[in-house]
């Protein structure tokens, strides 16, 4: 399967991925005694959801990844034996502790189960005393999955993702001294079904620039979201509603951790946007986001920033300056192609209505991605309707809300890597998604303006370092 992967088109090469197979959901994100260990979602029987255990990878610099034995299979418990779903890693005393959602069988509630590991958190124990916890019998749960967690003096404290029918969805507060025995307290957060869904997935609370944000992946609303607002007398109230994380149309179930820089640092799960039996014959599914630094903005919002450490992937760099940027003739500076890039392109909007990059072009146009800014709409734009000639793949336009103060040029911070484009305007607005061009020859990149000339101020471009096996 390596030596077929090699001559894959859509497989990303410094994003992370397992070496073959499914996966989604990050798990148990931890900084271990120097190492950063993701834990994630995956099925090793084929590239399809399924048959969940809980793949294993480290890395001493969050973007050079060892891959390591599967931490977590189902059974032979029957509290797990038909999979063992999302969770979170802790560190309870200096023994490393996952906290994990079990599951026995279409007809059986969940529950969550508790596993200790070695101090390599290479192999994991099953504590004999799972399940350690079981869904509060007065409430008629549409779901209940999916852990965040922390400690508050002698106490550990712990929400539950969840989905109260005719409500909404909720998180459910849990805390325990033991991590064993677990007393409930009641829901933390309710939603509104109308507005936020009827089910919380993989919640994330955690406090930041003063504030505490709750991220919640809704079904069905098939993204990721967050409040900003305050946790106190364990009740977590929004200071209003929710935004979206990543609008960009791939991204889901985000996890952060605090790493030992004090750094909150999230991945997320970057969905396929094609077909599942091109997944299935492409022997692979699913990748992780790159890792993002997040940061609160004056306005309550999340700011999310590539990890520094991804700038030691840069290899071969070019840069162009002051290039002017005709109304409706784009512009390729010369030399620029390629699946497996970082462009930093600093642009004077000007008079024009809306400026921006192309990648993975095609030397006509025929298949493209387009990156803009749209002035008058105050929004960053991935128009992915030409991105490929393949019609079981997504070509849609996706938006998210950007508007430039007066003077202030457009800072596009783009990573390409084959299928995945990760896109960075300036420091608070992000945008993943996924393209599949048919073409081999989709690797120009363009800069363009519309209604109005534009000035290119500077363009970085690097070769990224292919880390992926």
């Known amino acids: 399967m390596r030596t077929r992967f090699q001559g894959d088109p859509h497989r990303p090469a410094y994003h992370f991925l397992p070496p073959a197979n499914w996966m989604n959901d990050p798990n148990g994100l931890i900084h271990w005694r120097g190492r950063y260990h993701m834990f994630y979602q995956h099925n090793p029987n084929g590239a399809f959801w399924g048959t969940m255990h809980w793949g294993h990878a480290a890395s001493s610099d969050l973007v050079r990844w060892e891959h390591l034995p599967i931490a977590l299979a189902p059974g032979p418990e029957p509290y797990d034996d038909a999979g063992v779903y999302s969770g979170i890693a802790l560190d309870d005393h200096g023994v490393p502790t996952i906290m994990y959602t079990a599951t026995s069988g279409p007809q059986s509630a969940p529950s969550v189960a508790l596993a200790v590991g070695d101090q390599d958190l290479v192999t994991w124990r099953k504590d004999e005393r799972n399940p350690v916890i079981l869904p509060p019998p007065d409430l008629d749960l549409t779901g209940f999955r999916d852990h965040t967690a922390w400690r508050e003096g002698p106490w550990w404290y712990q929400l539950i993702g969840a989905g109260i029918r005719g409500v909404g969805g909720a998180v459910l507060l849990y805390r325990s001294q033991d991590l064993r025995s677990w007393e409930y307290l009641?829901?933390?957060?309710v939603g509104d079904a109308a507005e936020s869904g009827t089910m919380w997935e993989c919640p994330d609370l955690f406090a930041l620039g003063g504030r505490h944000v709750l991220v919640i992946s809704p079904i069905p609303l098939e993204r990721a979201v967050y409040f900003t607002g305050t946790y106190a007398a364990h009740r977590f109230t929004p200071d209003g509603g929710f935004r979206e994380l990543d609008p960009g149309g791939s991204l889901y179930a985000p996890q952060s951790f605090r790493d030992a820089r004090g750094r909150r640092i999230m991945f997320g799960w970057l969905r396929e946007e094609r077909a599942q039996a091109a997944q299935i014959a492409a022997g692979w599914s699913g990748a992780m986001s790159l890792p993002r630094v997040l940061s609160l903005l004056p306005d309550g919002g999340l700011s999310q920033a590539p990890a520094p450490e991804v700038e030691t992937l840069r290899q071969a760099?070019?840069?162009?300056?002051?290039?002017?940027?005709p109304d409706g003739r784009p512009v390729a500076p010369d030399g620029l192609r390629g699946d497996r890039l970082e462009l930093l392109a600093v642009i004077d909007p000007g008079e024009a209505d809306a400026v921006g990059l192309a990648v993975r072009a095609a030397p006509v146009g025929e298949e493209r991605t387009l990156?803009?800014?749209e002035r008058a709409a105050g929004?960053?734009?991935?128009?992915?309707s030409r991105a490929s000639l393949d019609p079981d793949t997504a070509r849609d336009v996706r938006a998210c809300a950007l508007a430039l103060a007066p003077g202030e040029p457009l800072r596009l911070r783009v990573f390409v890597d084959r299928s995945v484009i990760e896109t960075f305007a300036n420091e608070r607005?992000?945008?993943a998604s996924r393209v599949y061009p048919t073409r081999p020859?989709?690797?120009?990149?363009e800069l363009f303006a519309r209604g109005g000339a534009a000035r290119l101020i500077a363009l970085d471009a690097w070769e990224m370092e292919a880390v992926t096996a």
């Open 317 to 325: 760099h070019a840069r162009w300056e002051g290039l002017a940027l």
């Open 429 to 431: 607005a992000c945008m």
């Open 371 to 373: 990156l803009l800014y």
């Open 379 to 384: 929004r960053l734009v991935v128009d992915r």
């Open 186 to 189: 009641g829901p933390a957060c």
């Open 441 to 445: 020859d989709a690797l120009g990149v």
